[in-house]
């Protein structure tokens, strides 16, 4: 009996076919959006997730506070605290940190010969390689020595070589730096491997140079802009930040400000960003989903009233309210489970094209799948119920001389 | 067999009543053919349609087959169109996307018989029908008479006791008419009790017994 209600079901279907996919379309659209919502937001968070933790989850950054001065300008009001023995007095001081590096930045012109480049300078210790696990494809990332001393080499990302030697050998050339009018001479000594561009900026076209140097030549002044902090592990992360936040008040006063946040705490701040975003992407396309539902009763209740006839002529052979309220319901389910189907077809194959552009993993859970079936399914049901209920409760005689 | 009294039908639209039956009673004995006449509008239609269950009276009392009608449940009536009674009306009604034999097939598939049963079943009735050549085409494609004896083979699916049609010769010619009428003739030859409206008394002579009904009350009730 099931049987040859699904039968009877996919004939009227059939007997119609524009009717028919123009009214599960709007069910396709619903469930491919959510589909392809819940998809690609997964996938593009999956991508800023792991590159944060390709950053190193136990990575903590120190920087000074930003304050209004007077007349509305900002002035970095504990940038002054921030001198290298800072960082020292950290790494010493606090049992949960491993190491500390400073570093600070400026942009300029970077020169060789004929060819220049607007690119960042950083100066920093050689720790930084270890931090950002970022390291020299050719000739060698800076010393301890060179900090010490303070002396003029530099090390190349990979995009400022193309710029700059387009076709020599950079290393043991010279390069000069442009700031402020002054120029400085830099002495390469090492090129560095190709990075994909992530959170932290695009470290391909950045330079990098002792941080004294930086400090003596570029920035003329005893202060960096920041430490990043590497706790002995992870799970010591938390434990870190407190002590730094307890040495840090120590050692300033009151008034001076500083900032300082996990790397965990801004993929938590990511994620749950990510995660609102992605709700109401749901939501919107749930909405979608809805309002093809009302399309299969707004097509149903046509139906029942096309066929009014029909309705008699089969209860007058014997049909039951049951098989009439049955009928409509399977034509109701039988509408919007394959309107699901493609649907879920649909939207995987945007997640799919969508992520191939994104450069994003292709991300699709069984788990939004079925919901998305499911909910498709109860759609279907539910705005079927009722137009089925109006055919199966027609009078044969009422419905039989029906015009 | 069947047994009413008293049978009142008052349809109401709105405001205005029509009593379409004023108190009808007789009584039908197993096997016979009987033949309902009367002017338009006297009540004819509304008769059948409560015989066949398909409508409910007003007030009166019914039985079929020493089954009280007037106090069965939807799905106990459900059940007596589809095994007790077969209806054959004066548009046919057949289901224009169905083929001839699948027509046949519905009310068996309502009785919930098997598959291979039911073609069987709906063969042997098409074939009986004489419309064996004809079983995969679909209602568009007969001829008016044709198709009145599909809907006969329906109405015979479920090897009903009791055979109702209502003006089955209305849409047909005089010849087919007659064709027709054999074939109701053969079939209370063979059993089944049959009563069928009709305006034209060449039709209703086929019939032992004349019911006469004017203004929604019998006039005459003669057997010939
Ligand atoms: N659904 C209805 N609503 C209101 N009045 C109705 C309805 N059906 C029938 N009637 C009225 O009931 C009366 C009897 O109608 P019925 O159809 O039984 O007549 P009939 O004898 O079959 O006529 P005909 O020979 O023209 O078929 C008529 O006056 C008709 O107008
Ligand atoms: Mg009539």
Redesign the interface.
Known sequence: ?IF?TFKIAI??LF?NKLRTLLSMLGIIIGVAAVIAVVSIASGSQAQITSQISDLGSNLINISPGISSGAGGQISRTSADIFTLDLGKHIEKNSPNVKRVVPTSSASGLLIKANNNYRATIVGTEADYQVINKYYPVKGMFFSQYDVDNSTGVIVLGTDLVEELFPDSEPLGQSVKFNINNSTQVFRVIGVMEDKARGLIGDLNSQAYIPITTFMNKVSNSNYVSNFVAQAVSSENAEMALYEIEYLLDGYISEDDEYNIFSQDQLLDTINSVTNTLKLMLIGIAGISLLVGGIGIMNIMLVSVTERT??I??????????S?ILFQFIMEALVLSSVGGIIGIFLGGLASYSISQIGGWPFVMSTLIVLIAFTFSLFVGMFFGIYPAYRASKL???DA?SYE | MINIKDIEKTYQNGKIEVQALKGVSFEIEEGEMVSIMGPSGSGKSTLMNILGCLDTATSGYYSLNDQDISQASEKELAYIRNKEVGFVFQQFNLLGRKTVLSNVEVPLIYSGAKKKERIKRAEDLLVKVGLGHRMKHYPNEISGGQKQRVAIARALANNPSLVLADEPTGNLDTNTGEEIMDLFQQLNDQGHTIILVTHEHNIAAYAERTIELIDGLIQRDVVA
């Open positions: 009996m040859e004939q009227s007997a006839r029909e008699g002529i089969r209860k007058a052979l014997g049909a039951k309210k098989n009078n044969p005689v039989l």
